[in-house]
């Protein structure tokens, strides 16, 4: 992908990174950044949206042989051989993307990491943890609508890491290439999935064109 080219990933990084660009992806992804796109319509495309992803970030889950059977006779099917998943909002505006998630990993775990961007220097600050117990057997999907500095989505990574878990997921609906390049590069190992490349910070750290805050567009707070 031409995007992909322009920000300058090595190798190594752009195959850990994953650019969802299904046409309905599209479609969605254009009526969220719509500025007269309701709150309730809203909400429901970054759920949808979220389980799109969820396909993607789960592409490489391992199957093994189970013996179903059916109305009219036996026969073998493949099921996800014993996988176990968290899902890991950044919040708040992470919470509008778990139940997307949830709808196609029904059994998954939740965690929460709470950040919160200081509006001058913008770096994030940790306000709430709350994870399983068992996070560190699990896949860590973290998710997070926009990925702007890549501040808070690193702080959130870091932190899984000190807790023991190996294999994280970042799943973000729109990106900015400086978030990309930080997250990339602050973690060898974590696997990034966005809907959206856009194009570029601006001063205040807010992606171009992106959607707006996320957050308020999703709980309805924006303000007059």
């Not at 992803?53 to 490489?60: K, M, P, Q, S, V």
């Not at 073998?76 to 949830?102: E, F, S």
């Amino acid at each position: 992908m031409a995007q992909l080219d322009a920000i300058g990933l090595t190798p190594e990084q752009r195959a850990r990174m994953t650019v969802v660009d299904h046409p309905m992806v599209q479609h969605k992804v254009a009526i969220l950044r719509d500025e007269s796109t309701g709150t309730k319509q809203f909400r429901d495309l970054v759920r949808e949206l979220a389980m799109f992803e969820g396909y993607e970030a789960t592409r490489d889950f391992p199957l093994e042989p189970v013996e179903v059977t059916t109305p009219l006779e036996t026969c073998t099917c493949h099921k996800i051989a014993g996988k176990k998943v968290a899902v890991v909002p950044i919040l708040r505006a992470g919470l509008g993307m778990v139940d997307g998630i949830l709808d196609l990993v029904p059994a998954a775990r939740v965690g929460h990491i709470g950040m919160y961007r200081d509006p001058e220097t913008h770096e994030p600050h940790e306000y709430y943890c709350k994870l399983p117990e068992d996070v560190d057997k699990r896949t860590c999907l973290v998710v997070d609508p926009m990925l702007a500095t890549g501040g808070s989505a690193i702080a959130a990574i870091d932190y899984l890491r000190r807790s023991g878990v190996s294999d994280v997921r970042l799943l973000v609906l729109v990106a900015a290439p400086e978030g990309v390049r930080a997250v990339l590069e602050a973690d060898p190992g974590v696997r990034l999935y966005t809907c959206a490349l856009d194009r570029e910070l601006n001063d205040h750290a807010y992606i171009l064109p992106g959607l707006g805050d996320a957050g308020d567009r999703i709980f309805g707070t924006l303000q007059p």
